[in-house]
């Protein structure tokens, strides 16, 4: 049988925790907070644990359903969603390019250059241009190269969902890179 | 003819998209490969894609070398919440 000792949860699993949520919300500050909501919440329902799962299992399940909260926040966020660019037409031309959303040829010299620390940053910075689920879909996808389904799974989406955000994410990255690294 | 391979612009980019991570099936592939025999844009959005894909790539091996830990600083002060935390 397993039992909690909460005096030792910050020395033995915060940087677990900690490591956990920050792959996938990227942020730091968000990261502390979910680890530190994740400590109080186990506080609170102490004495619901069972001893049926080692204690890091459990403060992991914890941490699991306070990162599909702030997943659920970001997604219901207005605002910064609203301004996601449509690359292509409605109505009767449905699916067709927006004629001024057409991808345009790279410098073919920047394009070869892709050994490049600059470059690196300049994708962090349109990733972060991005509505903020779609940041973190397409890093958790990409970035940390998630499975598809351990994605569905920790967001509750659907796969179907998953791929839209990931063509939108992905059209949105290609044309702020066209702008801003490969034809600046 | 050839009539159920027809896809949009934006079905052809959301499949290019699926396929930069194995993932699309093979009829959806054919169609991708179907459409941009015959559009230019996409075939060039296709290209262009690929390319990025390599970028995300490295991008991805520099992250993953990195494990992220507390500060020691930041440990202090959660310990302190907790002890109020626990006695309130």
Redesign the interface.
């Known amino acids: 049988m397993n039992t909690l000792d909460?005096n030792t949860?910050?020395?033995s699993y915060?940087?677990y925790l900690?490591?956990y949520a920050?792959?996938r919300v990227n942020n730091?500050d968000i990261?502390?907070d979910l680890?530190?909501e994740t400590?109080?919440a186990g506080?609170r329902s102490a004495k619901n644990f069972e001893g049926k799962s080692t204690e890091r299992t459990w403060l992991i399940s914890i941490l699991k359903r306070k990162i599909i909260d702030y997943y659920r926040k970001i997604n219901s966020k207005k605002g910064k969603a609203e301004v996601r660019m449509n690359?292509?037409e409605s109505g009767e031309n449905?699916?067709?390019?927006i004629e001024e959303r057409?991808?345009q040829?790279?410098n073919s010299e920047t394009?070869k250059n892709?050994?490049n620390e600059e470059?690196?940053s300049q994708?962090d910075v349109c990733i972060d241009n991005l509505p903020e689920k779609y940041a973190m879909v397409f890093r958790m996808?990409?970035?940390?190269?998630f499975e598809?389904e351990e994605i569905c799974k920790e967001l509750n989406i659907t796969p179907s969902n998953l791929?839209?955000i990931?063509?939108r994410a992905?059209?949105q990255?290609?044309s702020c890179?066209e702008k801003n690294w490969f034809n600046k | 003819m050839f009539k159920f391979l027809k896809?949009?612009?934006?079905?052809a980019?959301?499949i290019c998209?699926?396929s930069?991570?194995g993932?699309a099936s093979f009829s959806e592939k054919m169609k991708l490969e179907f459409h941009i025999a015959f559009c230019k844009?996409c075939a060039?959005?296709t290209k262009?894609?690929k390319?990025?894909t390599?970028?995300?790539k490295?991008?991805?091996l520099?992250?993953?070398e990195h494990?992220?830990?507390?500060s020691n600083n930041?440990?202090e002060l959660?310990?302190e919440?907790?002890k109020q935390?626990?006695s309130s």
């Open positions: 909460p949860w910050i020395d915060s940087d900690y490591n920050v792959v730091t990261a502390k680890v530190q400590f109080f506080l690359f292509y449905e699916g067709s390019w057409v991808p040829s790279w394009e892709i050994e470059l690196k994708i996808k990409t970035i940390q190269e598809t791929w839209v990931i063509h992905r059209t990255l290609r890179m | 896809i949009t612009c934006q079905e980019n959301e998209n699926k930069q991570y993932e844009i060039l959005y262009q894609n390319n990025l390599g970028i995300f490295r991008k991805s520099d992250c993953k494990t992220h830990c507390m930041d440990k959660l310990k919440k907790m935390e626990m």
